[in-house]
């Protein structure tokens, strides 16, 4: 079945853009969930405006990061905390930690979009990569030492 996105969907595609799934995926899941119109001739002639809508969403929210990440790179998170002889932390500086200090400063971030693959275990000093668009990354500046 020939269908024509109106939201971005995970390993499919992109908004406005118009792709071939199966009728069931289409039928069961992407209709109910409003995430796509079937592609009939009317609604291929509304796919220039559906395109014109997400361009417009896109700068959006392309600005909106852009805006964010200006805040975020002049900001340094410095932490004291109890460490071993060999510099290990007791505990350790987790996505919680980041996006608890982000939002101490104004700035709303989602934890799932901070680049901390592991937990910060150790004292030393840190830059994290926070991902704000797919376009738009920032670096904050994390530093731990003994506390």
Do not use: C
């Not at 417009?56 to 200006?70: G, N, P």
Request: glycine share 8%; proline share 4%; net charge positive.
């Amino acid at each position: 079945m020939k269908v024509i996105l109106l939201d971005d969907v995970p390993k499919l595609g992109r908004r406005g853009e118009v792709r071939e799934v199966a009728d069931g995926y289409a039928r069961n899941y992407l209709l109910p969930q409003r995430l796509v119109l079937p592609a009939s001739a009317a609604n291929l002639k509304q796919l220039g405006a559906i395109k014109q809508q997400q361009e417009v969403h896109s700068q959006r929210a392309k600005a909106a990061a852009e805006s964010q990440a200006r805040q975020i790179e002049p900001l340094t998170f410095s932490l004291a905390r109890q460490a071993s002889e060999e510099g290990r932390l007791f505990g350790s500086v987790g996505v919680s930690d980041v996006a608890a200090f982000l939002a101490q400063h104004g700035v709303r971030v989602e934890k799932r979009r901070i680049g901390l693959d592991e937990p910060i275990k150790a004292l030393g000093d840190y830059t994290i990569a926070i991902r704000l668009h797919p376009e738009v990354t920032a670096q904050l500046k994390v530093g731990v030492s003994r506390g």
